[in-house]
């Protein structure tokens, strides 16, 4: 089997890399579209035509289902145009959150479009309605992670959603970007008392 992946840039290697562990017998190409990155200030139309023009080309290059991942463009998913399955990171996520929650206070950590899609929160919602849910947007993280940026600037932009997400209570939080799996022991390591979910855990919610 011919499995497409895409994101905006660098965020969907390491679910790659996952994949590739998993399913040692397909072939997975893989799209990063640097030139447009990042994908989550853009307008919605825009991401849209991004996507829609790399979803083509990997149908044309044989793909039998494709990996969205990106947070951005999961959000979008019903509004894309395709003709193979498409797999995107926002329903394992919080399939994920929902089992590892237990005061049922869950985080989530995303670009500026997917916080306004409040794709998580309906989701998780979907799945339990008594969960509180608690969203922080990061206008910057992604790029800084996509330009390998220090990890004092990096941190910088981590203050503000960490101490929110401290001050809500949370025991599980989402990190709802792909490119944020590159900080996930950063993260990991400045909220002990957090679960931290990676977007690389959607590769274990992945059968064919």
């Known amino acids: 089997m011919k499995i497409g992946v895409f994101d905006s840039g660098i965020g969907g290697l390491p679910i790659v890399e996952r994949l590739k562990e998993k399913f040692p017998n397909d072939e997975?190409?893989?799209i990063a579209d640097t030139k447009h990155m990042p994908?989550?200030?853009k307008d919605k139309s825009l991401v849209i035509k991004y996507a829609n023009n790399i979803i083509s080309k990997l149908e044309k290059d044989g793909a039998e289902v494709i990996v969205v991942a990106c947070g951005t463009?999961?959000?979008l998913i019903p509004l894309l145009c395709h003709s193979v399955?498409?797999?995107g990171i926002i329903e394992p996520l919080c399939l994920e959150?929902?089992?590892r929650t237990a005061n049922k206070k869950i985080g989530v950590m995303a670009t500026v479009n997917t916080v306004n899609s409040e794709s998580f929160p309906s989701c998780i919602h979907k799945i339990d309605r008594s969960i509180d849910v608690y969203s922080y947007a990061c206008s910057d993280l992604a790029s800084k992670i996509e330009n390998?940026?220090?990890e004092e600037d990096i941190m910088s932009s981590l203050i503000d959603p960490l101490r929110y997400f401290d001050n809500s209570g949370i025991d599980t939080l989402i990190l709802g970007c792909t490119h944020y799996s590159w900080i996930y022991e950063l993260i990991k390591k400045n909220t002990s008392t957090i679960s931290?979910?990676?977007p690389t855990i959607i590769v274990n919610h992945i059968s064919f």
Do not use: A, N
């Open 73 to 75: 463009v999961s959000s």
């Open 39 to 41: 994908y989550g200030d």
């Open 28 to 30: 997975i190409v893989f």
């Open 196 to 198: 931290v979910i990676s």
């Open 148 to 150: 390998r940026t220090s």
């Open 97 to 99: 959150s929902c089992k």
């Open 85 to 87: 399955q498409l797999i």
